[in-house]
């Protein structure tokens, strides 16, 4: 404990002398009863908005924190027994300058906006925010761990805003909104009086100026903490609402297939209907259900060529899973920020594992297979909300059917499972204390799969359960340093071959030979691991601390229903930073990290050693400039060999340079630059993605970014050949051989964004992908511990493929890996909303591949190729109704 009371002391006086500002106390903001309906058509015409307003002035966060901001706003709060009532008066000496763009709902983009928030449970950690564009844009989400939001939470309200730009004859005032937020659409404390906390955000694009009522202050932590109070507010509501959403789907396929597939057409018709149950439970919980549920995404995902071993992680897009999805959020609680630097970082509950594409695969005799695209979800439901004062629950249930692949062999069809009948279960409480210095929270999950055969039950687990606590207590009263962190158990069951494959598969290798720690137990029908984090963070002031520790036993596991790219690691940085918030002359923020890390495994080999130094610029013409830089010592590398023995990792540095322009202007500009270099290896990587954003018109928004990309990898795995008795006693009788590769991509991220109205919107997405590999000089590895190779030469056939060992063994077929890879995948998605909470989508997507075993990429024949490769094109329709009480 000496060294961290060093460290701890250390830290604690450089606190001492870059002591945080204090916020002067904001008075309570009065809010009034109506005695006469309002219409929210954003005119301030009612009797209600010529009184006094709550609110006359708001202050300047950026750019000069505590200045006053340019312009003066004002602020009105009321209600009835249904609904809090928001009126503002935003004047603008120039109001033919308000930026005005016309976009979908929830998208955030440099325009001029209003935002109010509410911390309606009085915790001063949690709560909602609601905002409105001066198009008339609504935009809301959810606010959790006292520093952060969440956009994904949509709720049912109404607002509406109005600029008046004047005439010659009589000068415009600026602009003007009203909003309309149902009580019953939040969580609330029971009874009539309702200590809620409130907050007011403004947004005037040009300048990139932003004010607050509480400014969320650059040096400071907390924000929802520091809201005042929403003085003289009551309701009787007592928090009980339905809304029903029935929905009906028609989905057109038109798929690529072989004439002579039984099974495929070229054309499928499916018709769907479902609804969506969305209830309160008292004041406090929100219940979400769904029968036959509809969760098919709108926007497909990007396509990727994955030569590594660790599974790709796509983000979600289903609304289900979205909405309030942070309450399951587990071991980052506490801290406003967390810094992670080769860090395996757990994700506790992936909910893309739910609903996923059947993971059993078609028999290889199989001449042609019909398999799901997805797992149908037969229905899911989610709890969520404060029971009691203090403490966060959630709860979510899934069950996924069991799915069948039919299969074609020499004219007989058969049937086969692919996907078992699963149960997911997630359970997430969270306790606050009194005074906010302390929590502690607990996290369950559960997959158990029933088996329809016996053929799936060697490729997956039938059980898989974890448990783990989490929580944070700060050091001190002003809240400056906290401690935080986790600690979990993981444990799967299942047949001995599926233990058996678990335990060799890339999360864990537990079958590497010159391993001291590890091995595979061939017997064994489980497997229980371990790991946790603690993190020690400096939440104050200019000077930044950040530092961790962390482990991950080799036998955790989690991929059931969260996602981990690998176990066995420990890993800890220590980082020391300084910001300058104060704007001069020629930048308005500007900051300055470095961090020194160190990862390893159980046996204690150390496999990264490295320092990172990350200075940000944001220049006074609101230009943002990132630079980062990564010095990479030799340390041992235990995956190049896919489970083989310990290669080294000879030394190398990485680097990425972003620079992006003003987001306010018309035309806006991104460039991002990446690259490594490892000079013993002649290894090289680099990647740059220029992008631009065009806004022609103010309901009109063109971003297109192409990206190009160039990997030299000296040793690239490609197999490995059994060989005993002529390979070192350490390699478990296996010769591990590798190439060169010579990879290129080259692909482009292309949108069109059109809003006809707020509430009837196009948004297109093209995303064209080339990528081509070679492989050449093929080698295997000589020794482990190192990374000296047996080159091959003349040894390796090029016209077979076939290796011939020079010292003898026994001759194997390697084959030549390279590849050339073409996609062309996109989809537009016209979106109404033809009454509050009520929408109807039209939907196409269309996706066309190519694949050629070729290494070179040859751009022009590479683009023809694309676009002549058969598309398969889906069309959907989709219409959902809101009922509510």
């Not at 049937?415 to 606050?432: D, F, H, S």
């Not at 954003?693 to 990206?707: D, Q």
């Not at 050449?776 to 493929?801: I, P």
Request: proline share 6%; with cysteine; hydrophobic share 40%.
């Amino acid at each position: 404990m000496r060294p961290f009371a060093v460290v701890l002391l250390l830290t604690a006086g450089l606190a001492a002398s870059a002591a945080a500002q204090s916020s002067s106390p904001v008075p309570p903001v009065p809010a009034f009863r109506l005695t006469a309906p309002i219409t929210v058509d954003g005119r301030l015409d009612e009797d209600a908005w010529q009184r006094r307003p709550a609110v006359l002035r708001l202050t300047q966060r950026d750019p000069v924190e505590g200045a006053v901001p340019r312009e003066s706003t004002w602020v009105w709060v009321a209600f009835d027994d249904r609904a809090l009532y928001v009126a503002a008066r935003l004047w603008d000496a120039h109001p033919d300058s308000i930026v005005s763009q016309l976009v979908r709902r929830d998208v955030s983009t440099a325009t001029d906006r209003f935002f109010v928030y509410l911390d309606t449970y009085g915790d001063r950690r949690s709560g909602y925010y609601f905002g409105i564009t001066a198009a008339g844009v609504l935009l809301d989400g959810t606010l959790f761990n006292d520093n952060q939001s969440d956009a994904a939470w949509d709720g049912v309200w109404e607002g509406e805003a109005r600029i008046d730009r004047g005439t010659p004859e009589r000068p415009g005032s600026g602009w003007t909104c009203e909003l309309r937020i149902p009580v019953a659409q939040l969580r609330s404390r029971p009874g009539i009086e309702q200590p809620w906390g409130i907050n007011f955000k403004r947004c005037i694009a040009r300048g990139n100026e932003t004010d607050y009522l509480v400014v969320l202050s650059k040096t400071l932590s907390g924000f929802v903490s520091r809201f005042p109070t929403l003085a003289g507010f009551e309701t009787a509501h007592r928090g009980r609402s339905v809304a029903l959403v029935p929905y009906v789907t028609g989905k057109a396929e038109y798929l690529a297939h072989d004439p002579a597939d039984p099974f495929h057409d070229g054309s499928d018709y499916t018709p769907g209907a479902g609804a969506d149950l969305r209830a309160s439970v008292g004041n406090n919980l929100t219940l979400n259900a769904a029968v036959n549920p509809d969760f098919g995404q709108v926007e497909v995902d990007p396509a990727v060529v994955n030569l590594t071993d660790v599974e790709s992680y796509f983000e979600e897009k289903r609304p289900f899973f979205t909405e309030n999805a942070r309450v399951f959020s587990f071991g980052k609680e506490g801290a406003a920020t967390y810094w992670n630097l080769n860090w395996p970082n757990p994700t506790f509950f992936y909910s893309r594992r739910i609903g996923r594409a059947p993971q059993g695969r078609a028999p290889l005799y199989a001449d042609y297979s019909d398999v799901p695209v997805a797992t149908h979800i037969l229905g899911a439901a989610k709890l969520t909300g404060k029971p009691v004062e203090g403490f966060d629950f959630g709860m979510l249930q899934a069950v996924t059917s069991s799915e069948d692949a039919r299969l074609s062999s020499s004219g007989v069809e058969s049937k086969t499972e692919v996907e078992p009948l699963t149960w997911y279960g997630v359970m997430r409480g969270l306790r606050q204390f009194p005074g906010r210095y302390n929590g502690v929270g607990a996290l369950a999950t559960m997959t158990q799969r029933h088996f329809g055969d016996d053929g799936l039950e060697p490729e997956l687990n039938r059980q898989a359960l974890m448990a783990g606590l989490d929580g944070w207590h700060f050091l001190d009263r002003r809240k400056v340093w906290v401690l935080s962190g986790w600690a979990g158990m993981t444990r799967v069951a299942g047949t001995r071959e599926r233990i058996l494959a678990l335990q060799r598969n890339p999360v864990h290798y537990l079958q590497r030979p010159d391993a001291r720690e590890l091995g595979v137990d061939s017997s064994a029908t489980s497997l229980t691991g371990y790991g946790g984090r603690v993190w020690l963070n400096k939440q104050e002031g200019n000077v930044l601390f950040n530092s961790a520790v962390g482990i991950l036993s080799p036998k955790f596991e989690l991929n059931d229903v969260g996602y981990l790219s690998r176990a066995d690691a420990t890993n800890a940085h220590v980082g020391l930073g300084y910001q300058w918030t104060e704007p001069n002359g020629w930048r308005k923020n500007l900051s300055v990290v470095g961090i020194a890390l160190a990862s390893g495994n159980r046996d204690g080999d150390v496999t990264t050693r490295a320092g990172y130094l990350n200075p940000t610029i944001t220049f006074t013409n609101d230009w943002t400039l990132n630079l980062e830089y990564m010095p990479l010592l030799p340390a041992m590398n235990d995956r190049r060999t896919r489970g083989g023995p310990l290669a080294l990792e000879p030394g190398a540095s990485w680097w990425q340079v972003t620079l992006d322009s003003d987001p306010s202007r018309r035309t806006a500009w991104h460039v991002g630059c990446e690259g490594s270099a490892a000079a013993a290896t002649g290894s090289r990587y680099w990647l740059i993605t220029p992008s631009v954003e065009w806004k022609p018109a103010s309901n009109l928004t063109l971003s297109a970014g192409p990206t190009f990309e160039r990997n030299l990898e000296d040793g690239q795995y490609v197999r490995r050949a059994y060989d005993p008795a002529f390979v070192p006693a350490d390699f478990g009788g296996y010769r591990y051989v590798f190439a060169r590769l010579d990879q290129r991509t080259v692909s482009a991220e292309i949108r069109l964004d059109v809003s006809f109205t707020r509430n009837l919107t196009l948004q297109t997405y093209v995303q064209p992908f080339i990528s081509a590999g070679s492989f050449g000089d093929y080698k295997e590895l000589a020794r482990s511990h190192s990374y000296d190779f047996v080159h091959y030469g003349g040894a390796y056939d090029a016209e077979t493929g076939v290796v011939t060992p020079a010292d003898g063994g026994a001759p194997f077929v390697v084959g030549d890996p390279s590849f050339n890879y073409k996609s062309l995948r996109g989809n537009a998605v016209l979106r109404w909303e033809y009454r509050p909470g009520s929408v109807l989508y039209l939907v196409w997507t269309q996706s066309r591949e190519d694949y050629e075993a070729l290494g070179q990429l040859r751009f022009g024949p590479s683009t023809r190729r694309m676009f002549d490769a058969p598309a398969s094109d889906v069309f959907l329709v989709k219409l959902t109704y809101h009922l509510s009480s």
